[in-house]
């Protein structure tokens, strides 16, 4: 089963204009992360959401996790076409059995902020 | 701020053989693991490192792979004897060992391109 799945994959936007990017997965989790990816580049930490945590803020950065939908979003806010990129959700599995655990991607969302 | 390094950032290698990617993790931290992307594809897990042994690892972490801590500082990622399909980005990150506040921080990453 896939955990982790984003939607949507592909999202064109308008500099000045929010972006919403979809997180869905299967399992429990102690924690979701979301980490960002330049094209052809090293995956970059935004941020982490626990699983007893609702919403958090980091910047122009809003994530939103439901666990009872298994489900979490992320918000960039006043998007620059810096923010071009792909972003990931990465859940941890939930269980520790002897130490921490793998993280598990989905396929990620490729954004496109036009100036 | 500390962060993962990854040696070479693009290794070009012949199929068959041997390649040895290089890590250093940052420096308090305490848990260690590789993963890999194929080109356009999701992120996967490979192998996580504790104690110097291995705590887990996936399917694709065959016997044609192996991990080391040779040192305090380093810890690499061999491929034995490499295929064609082992073509990818591989990823070193590393989590500081404290339960449920931290994340894994990720090198930059190697492209290993197997001809």
């Known amino acids: 089963s896939q955990q982790g799945e984003e939607d949507p994959q592909a999202l064109s936007i308008q500099e000045g204009e929010n972006a919403t990017m979809n997180c869905s997965y299967k399992?429990?989790?102690?924690?979701l992360q979301w980490y960002r990816q330049n094209s052809g580049r090293g995956l970059v930490h935004l941020i982490l959401?626990?699983?007893?945590?609702r919403e958090k803020h980091s910047g122009r950065l809003r994530v939103t996790l439901d666990t009872s939908k298994k489900s979490s979003s992320l918000l960039i806010t006043a998007s620059r076409a810096a923010d071009t990129a792909s972003y990931f959700c990465?859940?941890?599995?939930?269980?520790?059995?002897?130490?921490?655990?793998?993280?598990?991607f989905g396929a990620g969302t490729r954004l496109a902020v036009h100036p | 701020e500390p962060e993962v390094t990854q040696t070479p950032s693009h290794q070009v290698t012949q199929m068959g053989q041997e390649v040895i990617l290089r890590c250093v993790p940052i420096?308090?931290?305490?848990?260690f693991y590789w993963y890999r992307q194929i080109l356009g594809q999701k992120v996967e897990f490979l192998v996580s490192?504790?104690?110097?042994?291995?705590?887990?690892k996936s399917e694709i972490f065959d016997d044609q792979f192996s991990v080391e801590r040779p040192d305090g500082s380093n810890f690499t990622l061999k491929i034995r004897s490499t295929k064609l399909e082992d073509s990818a980005m591989y990823f070193c990150?590393?989590?500081?060992?404290?339960?449920?506040?931290?994340?894994?921080?990720f090198g930059p990453g190697t492209r290993l391109t197997v001809l």
């Open positions: 990465a859940t941890d599995g939930g269980s520790f059995s002897g130490g921490y655990n793998k993280l598990i």
């Open positions: 399992t429990s989790i102690n924690n």
């Open positions: 959401i626990r699983s007893n945590e």
């Open positions: 420096s308090n931290h305490l848990y």
């Open positions: 490192f504790y104690n110097n042994e291995i705590s887990e």
């Open positions: 990150a590393s989590h500081r060992g404290v339960q449920g506040t931290d994340t894994q921080y």
